[in-house]
């Protein structure tokens, strides 16, 4: 029961490129979209947020955007810092509880 | 910045054994979850607790898990008789809002059941 998929297990790119991280969910009854950032031996960190009545939200170098016909979401990090490597979850939630439900996770590996 | 705090890091217990996994949530926060991930599988929802009672439990959280706020600060899942399958990292997370942007979560307790 895949809901949110990230068919991308990694990526890497080279530091002051974009990292596109992408994202497809199957339930139309999400609402809300989150992004969290992990690195190794510590819980998942919130990054950015989007919700369903928007197609893009900006914060600094992180942007993600939301297509929802296609039901595709992505994250954009521009420039790319070697600081970014980690593990990419993109998560939705639905009403009534928001009960957050995880890709599986793209590793991101930005080299010097 | 405010943290949740999970203890311990490491937990290893023998199968049929109890274990209770311990997070300190935000102070100010009032909604509180479980979530694990099995390793090299996604973080999976569990239960999410409001206002001293479960408000949603997975497929997952089964009768030998439960949860409990004891006091006023802490927030503890007990499984009763662990098995292979219930080793995996368990995060407790936090949040003043049920719109999850004031989602917090802690740096999770590695369970290995033996």
């Known amino acids: 029961d895949q809901q949110v998929k990230q068919n991308s297990p990694s990526l890497s790119v080279q530091e002051g490129r974009i990292s596109i991280l992408n994202c497809d969910y199957t339930n139309s009854m999400f609402d809300y979209f989150l992004w969290y950032k992990k690195y190794p031996a510590e819980g998942p960190t919130f990054l950015i947020s989007?919700?369903?009545?928007?197609d893009k939200n900006e914060d600094g170098r992180f942007t993600v955007f939301l297509n929802k016909s296609a039901k595709h979401l992505s994250l954009h990090i521009v420039p790319s810092q070697p600081g970014d490597s980690a593990v990419y979850f993109c998560a939705a939630s639905s009403p009534p509880n928001y009960k957050l439900t995880f890709g599986k996770g793209t590793l991101l590996t930005v080299n010097p | 910045e405010p943290e949740v705090t999970q203890t311990p890091s490491h937990q290893v217990t023998q199968m049929g054994q109890e274990v209770i996994l311990r997070c300190v949530p935000i102070?100010?926060?009032?909604?509180f979850y479980w979530y694990r991930q099995i390793l090299g599988q996604k973080v999976e929802f569990l239960v999410s607790f409001y206002n001293n009672e479960i408000s949603e439990k997975s497929e997952i959280f089964d009768d030998q898990f439960s949860v409990e706020r004891p006091d006023g600060s802490n927030f503890t899942l007990k499984i009763r008789s662990t098995k292979l399958e219930d080793s995996a990292m368990y995060f407790c997370?936090?949040?003043?809002?049920?719109?999850?942007?004031?989602?917090?979560f802690g740096s999770g307790t590695r369970l290995t059941v033996v």
């Open positions: 102070s100010n926060h009032l909604y």
């Open positions: 997370a936090s949040s003043d809002s049920i719109y999850n942007y004031g989602y917090t």
């Open positions: 989007i919700s369903s009545i928007k």
